[in-house]
Nanobody, 125 residues
């Protein structure tokens, strides 16, 4: 069964850190481009980071320098390390897969065919 499962969300104070995980089953993550997306209340979903099957990485400007995407092929998991968190990072975070490519753009979800259920991240004092 093809599945993506996010975990690692929670409540954190501004300036804090979280590491989100996106664990895959039923397929190999390194054959696909994986994107991280988020949706805040009342806002549209936005793409924030991606890692291509060719190991290219791309970030949305608002998270560049604070978030790091990585992949552990042995664990079939993609991570999103989030540092220097801000209240505006509060959202439900999702991972999704799309066709494997050499390069990726964080801002698109075009072609994404499997999504995780999401994990809530709340940044508040």
């Amino acid at each position: 069964q093809l599945q993506l499962v996010e975990s690692g969300g929670g409540l954190v104070q501004p300036g804090g850190s979280l590491r989100l995980s996106c664990a895959a089953s039923g397929f190999s993550l390194d054959d696909y481009t994986i994107g991280w997306f988020r949706q805040a209340p009342g806002k549209e979903r936005e793409g924030i980071a991606c890692i291509s099957s060719g190991d290219n990485i791309n970030y949305k400007d608002s998270v560049k320098g604070r978030f790091t995407i990585s992949r552990d092929n042995a664990k079939n998991t993609v991570y999103l390390q989030m540092n220097s968190l801000k209240p505006e990072d509060t959202a439900i975070y999702y991972c999704a897969r799309r066709r494997g490519t050499n390069y990726c753009s964080a801002g698109t979800s075009n072609g994404s065919d499997y999504w995780g259920q999401g994990t809530q991240v709340t940044v508040s004092s």
